[in-house]
């Protein structure tokens, strides 16, 4: 009989007790996290989260059988891989990785890391004064040179491309520079809510960017509802509004007479007399006839004005 420690024990319970309490569980990577950073982050995280370093076996033992009751809880085992810390709190998944995210800050590279991003290193003045640090940098690769009393980047330079290692005396110099290439805090692999397991791919939304994809649906929902005159709740007031200009309109082009269309129908006729009356000869604007053509040119005799 394989005999286990009473201490492995007694961790695979309290993590059982942690999850069955918890509404949210997450596993987390915590590769090359300084300790004083992740004692701060655990600080930063009180009342929020709890986090528990754990040996990947016993967190794998916690999880399955915690997932007595809490259903394919042990498919967050999947997740874990290399330094791994648990993450239990009650905020939900998103915002549980929204928080882990901003724990997370730049720093530099000792030598041997992966870059995950291409490091240049920019034309410019450094804050160095001329001495053994343009030695120390040209040794590494840094086009540095002096330029009136100041160390200087000659040109841009690609240092390191995206997916190899850092030098350690290419870290040395990008540390100098102050360009920190790690990225390091709580990395959420996964967390588990409620029956189902959220991967990172999927907890990685771009809020802004899900917040434009909705109101667009919106819109174009709204559209079609208007186009094929669905009666839904949202669109019933535009649908009467637009059905009420429609017949208004109808009724007044076919002439119809109604309480609405009167005044329409009443200004369309003057309108159409007006401009009946513009082309009509002799007659004005305001409905009267002009004087007969030559009327002031003979005017009636004064004896005819006398005897009327």
Do not use: C
Not at 102 to 127: F, I, Q
Not at 156 to 177: N, S
Not at 215 to 239: I, W
């Amino acid at each position: 009989m394989v005999h286990v420690a009473l201490y492995k024990k007694e961790v695979v319970a309290n993590l059982v007790r942690r999850f069955a309490e918890s509404r949210v569980i997450g596993i987390a990577n915590i590769q090359g996290i300084p300790a004083p950073q992740f004692q701060a982050i655990r600080r930063n995280l009180a009342g929020q989260a709890a986090i528990m370093v754990s040996k990947n076996n016993l967190l794998r033992l916690a999880l399955k059988e915690a997932a007595a009751t809490k259903p394919r809880l042990e498919e967050l085992a999947e997740t874990i891989d290399g330094q791994t810390a648990v993450v239990t709190a009650n905020l939900n998944p998103f915002k549980l990785f929204r928080e882990l995210e901003a724990t997370k800050t730049k720093a530099p590279a000792r030598g041997g890391e992966v870059a995950s991003e291409d490091l240049w290193v920019r034309e410019g003045e450094t804050p160095f004064k001329p001495g053994p640090v343009v030695g120390e940098l040209q040794k590494a690769g840094v086009p540095a040179a002096i330029e009136r009393g100041k160390v200087v980047i000659k040109h841009d330079k690609l240092m390191v491309k995206a997916g190899q290692r850092i030098p350690r005396d290419v870290a040395q110099a990008l540390a100098r520079l102050e360009i920190f290439p790690l990225t390091v805090g709580l990395d959420l692999r996964g967390a588990y809510e409620a029956g189902m397991v959220f991967r990172r791919d999927v907890l990685a939304v771009d809020d802004a960017k899900v917040r434009a994809q909705f109101l667009e649906a919106g819109r174009a929902a709204f559209n079609l509802a208007m186009f094929v005159a669905y009666p839904a709740k949202v669109v019933l007031r535009p649908l009467l509004a637009l059905a009420h200009s429609k017949a208004l309109a109808l009724a007044v082009g076919s002439g119809y007479p109604t309480k609405e269309s009167i005044p329409f129908l009443l200004a369309k006729a003057r309108a159409q007399m007006l401009a009946l009356a513009g082309r009509a000869p002799g007659v004005l604007a305001e409905g009267r006839h002009d004087p007969p053509s030559g009327a002031e040119a003979h005017p009636v005799p004064s004896d005819m004005e006398e005897g009327s």
